[in-house]
Structures are given as C-alpha cells and as structure tokens.
C-alpha cells in the first residue's frame, strides 16, 4: 500500500481500498499506522473529474523519513540525503584525490560528511533510517567490507566499521555496495533504463565500472563480483592496469587517459575536481578541437570493443552510459554503435541502444539512498520506533 | 512423481505414496496411467534393508518413449536417440565438411540420418516423442529457424520445415537451438557440472560457442543471443572473423588455427572427421612434440584472456570446457587458470574451478533429446496418444 502511494501518487483511502483490493475499514487501519511511523501524511483535496464533496487524500511524508547514499570514490567523496518521495534533502561533495591518502584519513573525513548531513536532516525534522556507502571496487556486502579498489589500492578495508567509528550514531543500519551496482539501480528506479528490466550499465570515473541489471533485479553472478567491465581485456598485452593485469577496458576508457589524450593535463584531474576536466572537455569537443574529438573517438572505440563483448554474451536489452561517458555520450554513443554493429552476432535485432544516464554524478549516491528506502517500502515496520 | 522415478531410481508405491504424500489409491492411479502412456512399467522386487514380503516396484520405461538429439555442425552431422532413463539407444554421425555443401543438401543428409533413426527406434519398438535440432549459429527458437551461422554462410534457414520435408513423420515435434545452449543444458542434467547452479560453458570446434547457466537456468538474454564467447574480441585489429568482425576469440582458440599452428594440416580436419586430428593432436603433445605443446598453450591463453572477461562479468561458480577442448583439458586448463588469476579481480575467491567436460562430441545431442523427454517428465500427457 505504501509502495503504491510512493509510485502512484495522492490519493485518497477509497480509491486505495478499491486499488488493493482491502476494505475501506482496514485501509483507514493501515494509514493510521504508516502515519504514526512518519511515513504517510493526510492533506489536501483529492482532485476529482466529477462533482462532489472532494476527500481528503493521503501523500508520501516528506517530511519523515529520509536514507543516506554515501560515496567514496577515487577522486571525490560524497553525501546525499534523499526523502521517500524521491525527493534529494541535502547533499555534499568534496573533490579530493583519495590515493594520496590512507584510508583512516579518508574515512574520518567521509565520517564528517556523513554526521553534517545527519545533523543538517535531523535539523529540518528528518528522521535518517539507514545509509548506504558506493565504493569503487568489489564489496563483500555481507560484512560491508571493501575487497580490493584497484585504484585506491586498498584492499579488506572495513567500510562500515569504520564509517560507524566517526560518526554519533550506534544504531543506524549501515551497509556497503559497488558504486556502479548501485548506480544501475539507481538508473532503473528513476533514471534513463525504468522501461527496461535487462540491461547493462557502464560508468567511467578514473576507473570504468559496471552493473548488469537481469529481470528487473541486480545480478551479482555466484561468487559476488559480476559487472566488472572495466576490467575485460581489450589489448592482450597492453598497458599496465592497477587491477594488477595488463589491457584492460579502463586503461583506455578511465578519464585520465582521456584526458591525456586530449592533451589536458592530468593535474586537471586531481585538482579541479571530478566535473570541471569534463566541462573543459566537451567545451573543446564543441569547439571542433581536434585532440579533444579524436580523443573522445578513440575512448568510443575502445568502449565499443568491450560492450561487442559484453552484448555478445549477455544479449542486453540497451546499455546505459553513466559517469563521464554520459556528458560525452553525443561523442561516445555513436562511435560505440559503429563497434556494436561490426562486432556483435546477429545484426541489427541484436544490437541494443546506448543511452546517457541523466543522473549526473549523484548516480550512485541516489541508489544507495533508495536502497535503504526500499527496505522500509517492503517493511515498513523496520522505522517503528 | 514420474520425475521421482527418473531422477531417484525404481521404488514401490508404497515409497512413492511415502516420499509424495500423495495417498496409495492416488499413487495406483497415476501409475496405472503412466503405464498405460508407456512412461512408466512395473518390474521385479524393491530391495528392502528388512525382512517382509518384498513388493513390486515400478521403474522408468527404458522402452518406451525416446527423443532424438539431431546436430548440424560445421564439420560433422549427428543423430542420437536417449530413452527417458538416460540410455543412449541409437546413434549415428556423418563427418563432412558442410561448408562446401548447399543448404539443401545438408538437410536432405540430415532428413537421411534422422529417418535412419526413427527407423530403428521404431523397429526396436520405441516410440518417438520429439526431436531438437543443435546448431552452430544464432537460433530464432520461436520460429525454429537459424538466424546465423558464421562458419557455414548460413542466414535465415528455416531449420523445422526444412528437416520436416525429409521425414516421413508429419506431426513429430521437431525444435531447433544453439547447440552449445543444448550442451550447457546436458552438463547441468548429466554431465560435468551436475553439482554447479551458475556456470560458463565453452566449446571448441570449428566455431568457438558458448551457454550461460543461471540459477540451474539456461540464460539466453533478452534478444535471446547470449552466451556468444566465440565472438569475444581478443585483438581488437586481430584476424578477420567468419563472422564479419576482427579479433573473435575463434579465430584463435577454433580448431583450424589450433591445428594449423601444431603443424597439422587443415586438410585433416575436414578429410578425417572431427575427432581424429584431436586425437592426433593429444599423441603428439604427450609425445612431447614442441609445435603441439607450444599450440596448446598459445590457445589456452586466448582462451583464458577471454574467459577472464566472462569471469569479470559473471563471477561463475565454475566453468566447463567442451568440444575439442575437453580432450586437450589437460594442457589448457592450467594456462587457463594462470590467465585468470592474473586477469580476474579479487583474487582466487573469484577465479573458478576450470573442469573438462566428459560427454564428448555427443553433449548438444544429448542435450537435445534430453530437452524433449523434459518437456514429458513436466507434463506426461503430452504422450497420451
């Protein structure tokens, strides 16, 4: 009932009776006690197409409950509160190159990320019920712990642990997941895949993720570490990956060897923050600057070489472009087609399209909020007090 | 009931009554209609731990129905028929090169091969319930129709009509898949990964094919073409593939270039049938021949760069290795497991056991008869006459 005033919008106690299937006086018993647990409100008129008295209609409380999606990425941390209508209540970003700090550094200032946000929610009457920390590598989520970031070069690291000791809270449910599995949620609970239920999603940040979502669900695959298209091979014996292995997608595709390649300096990257070389790029791309084009022309051929491979195994319904490829995808997208269809079996019925994510770079963030909130919309009796 | 029977050996009805907890009069009844369908007969004593009369039992019957597993590959055609117990009760193969045959002709020596079987079957007094065809390309299994099929120059080939015409049976159902789909599915129900949910398999023949199981699933995608290693892209300027791209996994770890690169001729593949330049290939590596060792690694190493891909993406909990490449299992496998491990994230919790298949060239064909008897195992009254 929840979830459907969450997907549907207002609407008043008969016509959720009539929607669900409940009679009127268990549904007036069941608003009653999402609205003692902050989650629905009363207000308004229902609007109606035919006369009579309007009822008074039962909404989403925005100003209830709210989840935490945090990030920790290679080149910025970020926090982002979100209410369950959706709706972004408060977020920060600090742009830092993080592999010039350890770990404890990092997360004591991720800890005072996340207690300003706390304290900025619980300040406007928000009731935080759970964050969600977006790392950039393969995450152990049961025990909330990061295995390896390649280009962190950390490895076994205790996310939520250590997220736990820097902040006041002792009860606040914590958990962890790979940015790009919950960036591809994120796109398809709000973002430019919610018509699709099978698709693959690739971002590019320093290092290039992935997530794979499969009937309308994350797949992990069986050992936990599925989506990792970064790291399929695209020159045998090619350059050097912080993975340890050599040719891998994101040795061509990260944004600093494209940012090389269009001849903007790598300091661009650690000290401008992760948006601005982007900017600086595409104003040249639109420019007609010829390093910037061919660079762009030659991410997108690596690019299309690697999802040639991933369409021929997974046979996706489209692929979504997310982090820097999306503000690029004018450049990226047809280049990537070109490789798809000289590379993928079957011609034009098995070749999906490319899409750019709209979300921006608060992908991530976004999905680890909603994933917090979706455990309340499936229980809502998580948030009784 | 009657895929108890299948799966865990004779029994009384009394155990069936037990195991089910279906009543004994419901336990007659279905077994009497069973018997009377030819699935089931009623045979010799239940061996019992105690003292007592001992009863009757009833059993899989091994002669009544059979389905035909049909194959069309590059190099070879093949027929088998597998009774509901498992048995093998005829086989037939044809090594051809069908690459310098028309399309007519290919289906008029298929027609040949399975009305030679259903011939035999019938003489043997079995009753025929299906047949599938296994292919070596992209298959339309809705219509029943061949999409693709790089290695023979095969488009659109409407497969289930074509072998219709060359069989005298009108109403025998007949359907078509990828045949490395079918062999996947055999080594999920019997043969080297019938202990594994999620895995990879790879096959090697003149075409390199692939299928994805999931959840005890075969896993098609959503277009319905996943599971295309073949067409990985190992080079991305690499030699020019059957398929029209460049750098397909194929045109290094498909037998021609194996062969070629151990110093035996291509002749021998198309003039000896599939199986005897393997073998050939196998005593000389044992011999220590250094261009057949040197060949075997230099293909399992492709090999592994693409599978460390599908592992990256997949995060399987093992994978099988098919074809060709189960008799040579033993040079590859360990260069295949190297390249994982240096190729795939997360360590050795992330790389999967690499295990060699033992079905043989059989495993599409058995797979294809299995998936008709499963359809009668779900549904029995699919045999009523």
Redesign the interface.
Known sequence: MLRQVVERGPRSRATIAQDTGLNKSTVSSLVSELMEFGLLVERGAEHRGTAGRPGLVVDVARDGVIALGLEVNVDYLGVQATDLAGGSRYKAMEAVDNRGRGVDEVFEALGALTQGALNEVQAQGLRPIGATVALPG?VDIRRGAL??A?NLHWTDVPVVELLREHIDSTTLPISADNEANLAALAELWEGAATEY??FVYVSGEIGVG?G?I?GGEL???????????G??????DGRPCA???RGCLETRAGLEPLLAAAGLSAEAVTTRGAGKPVAELRRRAEDGDTAALAALTECG??LG??L???V??????AIILGGYFAPTAEWLAPVIASELS??????N??V?PVIASRLGAEAAMRGAAATQLRHVLADPTLVAI
Chains 1, 2 share one sequence.
């Open positions: 393969l295995l390896v390649p239920s099978d992935g794979i499969l797949f992990r695959g069986y050992r936990g570490f599925g989506g990792e298209f790291h399929t091979t695209v020159e045998v993975c340890g292995s051929r690596w070489v690697a040639g491979t991933v021929n195994m997974l046979s996706p319904q000289a590379r993928v079996l079957g011609g019925g098995a999906p």
